[in-house]
Nanobody, 128 residues
């Protein structure tokens, strides 16, 4: 079992930066692939970034490439999403997700059903 708690959201002007954190509890965190998803107003939930258990493999949505960076610290049971050059269209609730099994393919990263555990989300608002 893995419990996830996101933090770091807030209001920022366009062009600014935020760093989201996801605190995970549970023995299996260090072997879990992790993802950051978001759901904006009137939009479907989408994966913006994901990372495998060791951090050696990452995935980014096209909208996040070059602006967002996902990282993890297994010793601290933490996953981070550094978001730079934020745009109003980045406004959304951001969710942290964890996969119970260690194995994951690049094609599975952005699929919601890949993940077994979800946090409650943290709101990010980007003003123009």
């Amino acid at each position: 079992q893995v419990q996830l708690v996101e933090s770091g959201g807030g209001l920022v002007q366009a062009g600014g930066s935020l760093r989201l954190s996801c605190a995970a509890s549970g023995r299996t965190f260090s072997s879990a692939a992790m993802g950051w998803f978001r759901q904006g107003p009137g939009k479907e939930r989408e994966c913006v970034a994901a990372i495998n258990w060791s951090g050696s493999s990452t995935y980014y949505a096209d909208s996040a490439k070059g602006r967002f960076t996902i990282s993890r610290n297994n010793a601290k049971n933490m996953v981070y999403l550094q978001m730079n050059s934020l745009k109003p269209e980045d406004t959304a609730v951001y969710y942290c997700a964890a996969r119970r099994r260690t194995n994951i393919t690049i094609h599975q990263y952005p699929i919601s059903d890949t993940y077994d555990y979800w946090g409650q989300g943290t709101q990010v608002n980007v003003s123009s």
